[in-house]
Structure formats: C-alpha cells, structure tokens
C-alpha cells in the first residue's frame, strides 16, 4: 500500500518554512499593546481603543457609567470615596455629545466637563474612575513586547532610553501649554489651582525599565497611552520605510526588466538592418 505519511511530513515541513521566512511580525502583538494579565484586563484595555458614542444632556453619573458599562461590555466602576473627596456626587450631571472617538478620547473629555481633576485608570480587572491624584499614587506596571521595533543592533534599553527623552520633552511641553491655557482665563485660573489640573506631567510615567525585547512601565493611563503613541510612530516610520524600500527594489525590478527588453529589441533590430543589408546587396 502507498505511504502517505512521508508526503504530509514535507507539506507540513513546507507550511512551516514559508511561514517562517514569512517572518514573525504578523504573528506578534503590536508593540504599543501592552501585554494583559487577564482575560478581563485584556477586554477593558481592547475596548478603550474602540470607537464610541456619548450623548448625554445633564445625565447623572452612575447613568452614565451603566451605560458605558452595557456599551462596551466590560466592568466599570467608579471610586466614590476619592470622588467625595473633592465634591463629585454620584448624580454628578453629565453633558457631553462626541461620536467616532476612542472610548479613551471620549472618557477623558467627559471626566474633564465634570472635573479637571477626574480620569481613569484600569485596575482590578475593570475601568475605575478616580481623581488624578489617586491615579498618580497609584501607578500600574505593564509589559510592551518590542520586538519588532528592534532592528540589527537596536536593544530595548537604547529603545527605553529614547522614550524616555521623549516622553520628557512632550510631558514638560505639554504641561507649560496647560498652564499657559489654565491662566488665560479666571475659571482656568481656578481649575489649575486644583491638584492635578494641569493634566499629564512626567509624575504620569514614573518608571521605564527594559528586559530583553520588553519594556517594562510603570505609569498611570495617562502616562501609559503617551508611551503607547510614542511607540505607535516609531513602528509606523519603520513600516514607510519597509514600504518604501520594497518599492524601491520593485522599482528597480521593474526597470531592469525595461533594460533588458529594450535591450534584446535593440539587438534584434540590429540583426533585421544586417539582414536586409545583405538582401540588397
């Protein structure tokens, strides 16, 4: 009787090598998605990149989180106790009408026209909304896998180190911006002389570490999602610039391939003059 195992060995041998040389990227997570701990983390943080709608008109609070609760389908709950702490009821009224956003855009400008001093933060396996402060005494550590960012002779640490520098540049700046804005007017006046008004600064990202092809962050979510930009651009230039060198070699490609024909005609236009050159003569 006919083996058949022998031939499915090589086909699957085959599969493998092309998947291979195929190569590991479309297979790994993207950089800027930090690797969850849960099932349930996993939900919350996938669901603050999709997109959402609120419309809310003078909406109480606990309505508004039972609704993004049932929108999303993932767990949400509201720190009453730091809430009370600078005077946000649980019947705080909601007015806010955004559509085609991030769930994250979205909740940070909701939290802002109900407090400058609200955000959120992913903790407990569910999305919490607390104060600034608590988010910044409360830091949460994740693990980006940066594989595909490292190219011959990049490591994570040189990776960690231009983050890092980033990040300081764009927080300062950003902070300088707020203050400037927050002292414009005399309700932003009274907003930055809260705690935490002035929205993100580098007590957002207190700790970038690297191990391997990892980066390890301690930060809040504020801090978190500008870590997770930064990454975003740097895989995005690298992905143009593979684009833009497979072009090149297509190119390339393409226009030997012109040489070549034109070329050949060339030569075979020559032999026809030769030919007839003979035949008059």
Do not use: C
């Not at 499915?8 to 701990?37: C, K, Y």
């Not at 730091?82 to 946000?88: A, F, H, S, T």
Request: aromatic fraction near 4%; charged fraction near 25%.
């Amino acid at each position: 009787m006919y083996d058949r195992a022998p031939h499915s060995t090589a086909v699957a041998v085959f599969i493998l090598l092309v998947f291979s040389a195929a190569g590991t990227s479309a297979i790994e997570p993207r950089p800027s998605v930090p690797i969850a701990t849960s099932a349930q983390e996993e939900a919350v943080l996938e669901a603050l990149t999709e997109s959402t709608i609120f419309d809310f008109d003078e909406t109480p609070l606990d309505e508004a989180v039972d609704f993004i609760l049932n929108l999303h389908g993932i767990g949400v709950a509201v720190d009453q106790h730091r809430l009370d702490k600078i005077g946000v009821g649980e019947t705080a009224p909601v007015t806010i009408r955004v559509k085609g956003v991030t769930l994250h855009s979205a909740l940070k400008l909701m939290l802002r026209t109900i407090d400058p001093r609200l955000t959120y933060a992913v903790r407990d396996e569910v999305l919490l909304i607390t104060t600034i402060e608590s988010a910044r005494d409360n830091p949460v550590t994740r693990v980006y896998n940066v594989r595909r960012l490292l190219r011959v002779g990049e490591t994570a640490e040189n990776l960690a180190t231009i983050v890092g520098k980033t990040l300081v540049a764009q927080l300062a700046k950003a902070s300088k911006q707020e203050a400037k804005r927050a002292s414009s007017s005399d309700k932003k006046k009274e907003a930055a002389a809260k705690p935490g008004a002035l929205g993100a600064t580098n007590k957002d990202v207190q700790r970038i570490a690297w191990y391997q092809d990892q980066l390890i962050v301690r930060a809040t979510e504020d801090g978190h999602h500008e870590v997770q930009l930064i990454l975003e651009a740097i895989a995005a230039g690298l992905e143009s610039r593979v684009r833009t060198s497979r072009a090149e070699r297509q190119q390339w490609v393409i226009s030997a391939a012109l040489a070549r024909r034109v070329s050949l005609l060339e030569h075979r236009l020559s032999l026809l003059q030769s030919r007839l050159d003979r035949e008059k003569r």
